[in-house]
């Protein structure tokens, strides 16, 4: 069974960076498909990018491309999330969360499920001067 | 991006059936999946693919599809239901999540 452990939770002024952490135990890294979402206070769930394995690389949401890192040490089994340029709507609480990925035998492809679980506990980024 | 369009909120009595629907053009090509996400947690997955469930989640939740709208229907509404729901599919661009229906028991 999967369990995702998130880092805590951080305060930071407008125009720096934040970097969450998410570790994986009960699979390895190389066996999922990790991608985070956030949720601004009193919002909805937003898909901010992840692992896609049939492409071999990590896709983002237009919105955040530039601005955004997702990376992994498969050492440690522990995804990170980097957000630069931080302003006060990026206040929010920043989820990872999980697909796993499987070998497509009749297309020769690795493949994800296409749906999330577990998530992580959450972390809240808080950006205020 | 394509988008996923939820209503806002919705209401059922106790024990009764609720239905509460996604639409979006990107369910013409994948299932949606559903999560339950209460006041203060993480987002719970509820129904996946065509209408499976996790381990865990109650049989009265199920899941369907026809054309561009996906539905998750709570039969026998129970007050634990009450929460926030979100629809999810994958799309052109990666992943889009639905607005979110608040679903009140009353």
């Known amino acids: 069974q999967v369990q995702l452990v998130q880092s805590g939770a951080e305060v930071k002024k407008p125009g720096a960076s934040v970097k969450v952490s998410c570790k994986v135990s009960?699979?390895?890294?190389?066996?999922?498909?990790m991608h985070w979402v956030r949720q601004a206070p009193g919002k909805g769930l937003e898909w901010m990018g992840g692992?896609?394995?049939?492409?071999?690389?990590?896709i983002y949401a237009q919105k955040f491309q530039g601005r955004v890192t997702m990376t992994e040490d498969t050492s440690t089994d522990t995804a990170y999330m980097e957000l630069s340029s931080l302003r006060s709507e990026d206040t929010a609480v920043y989820y990872c969360?999980?697909?796993?990925?499987?070998?497509?035998?009749?297309?020769?492809?690795?493949?994800?499920?296409?749906?999330?679980?577990?998530w992580g506990q959450g972390t809240l980024v808080t950006v205020s001067s | 991006s394509s988008e996923l369009t939820q209503d806002p909120a919705v209401s059922v009595a106790l024990g009764q059936t609720v239905r509460i629907t996604c639409q979006g053009d990107s369910l013409r090509s994948y299932y949606a999946s559903w999560y339950q996400q209460k006041p203060g947690q993480a987002p719970v997955l509820v129904i996946y693919g065509k209408n499976n469930r996790p381990s865990g989640i109650p049989d009265r939740f199920s899941g369907s599809s026809s054309g561009n709208t996906a539905s998750l229907t709570i039969t026998g509404a129970q007050a634990e239901d009450e929460a926030d729901y979100y629809c999810?599919?994958?799309?052109?661009?990666?992943?889009?999540f639905g607005g979110g229906t608040k679903l009140t028991v009353l």
């Open positions: 692992f896609d394995p049939e492409d071999g690389e990590t």
């Open positions: 969360a999980t697909d796993r990925i499987y070998y497509d035998i009749l297309t020769g492809y690795y493949r994800a499920y296409n749906w999330f679980d577990p």
């Open positions: 999810n599919s994958r799309d052109s661009s990666g992943q889009v």
């Open positions: 009960g699979y390895t890294l190389t066996e999922l498909s």
